[in-house]
C-alpha cells in the first residue's frame, strides 16, 4: 500500500482537553473537509489530564480527507509563566520586569522543551529560553 500523500499541515494551539468545534479548530479543519468533531474528541482525550494548559498540536491533513496529529509540549513564554506564577509578561520588555528566573529554573524549562526546540544541546537549549523570557521582560540569572 502507497504512502497517502499529504495535503498540507495545520498547527493550532489549544487549551488542553477542552477544544471545541468553534474557531480556531472549525475554520482551519473545515476549509480542508476535515471531520472536525472526530479531531476535537481525540484531542480533548489525548490532553485530558493536562487541562489548564495551552498544547500545541500539528496536524497533518491527507488529501483522502483524512488526518493524523501530534500533540507538543506547551510553548515556552507559558512554560516560563507558569515557573514564575504570573499570568502576563510585561507590556515594556527591557524597561519594566515581571520576574527573574533563576538559572535552575531555565535549565530544567530548557530540558523539559528540549523535544521540541531545534538543539539537542541544553546550554543552546536554556539560551533560547532565555531569549524567549528577555523578549517578555523577565530576566534571568547569569
Known sequence: MPAKKVKTIVKLNLAAGEATAAPPVGP???????????????????????KGQTIPAVITVYEDRTFSFVTKLPPVSKMILKALGTDK????????????LSKAQLTQIA????????????????????????????????
Do not use: W
Request: aromatic residues 4%; positive net charge; hydrophobic residues 35%.
Open 89 to 100: 509578561g510585561s507590556g515594556k520588555a527591557g524597561r519594566d520586569y515581571v520576574g527573574e
Open 28 to 50: 482551519a479543519l473545515g476549509q480542508h473537509g476535515l471531520p472536525i468533531m472526530e479531531f476535537v474528541k481525540a484531542y480533548n482525550e489525548r490532553t485530558a489530564k493536562l
Open 111 to 142: 530540558k523539559d522543551k528540549l523535544g521540541d526546540l531545534n538543539t539537542r544541546n541544553v546550554e543552546a537549549a536554556s539560551r533560547i529560553v532565555a531569549g524567549v523570557a528577555r523578549s517578555m521582560g523577565v530576566k534571568t540569572e547569569e
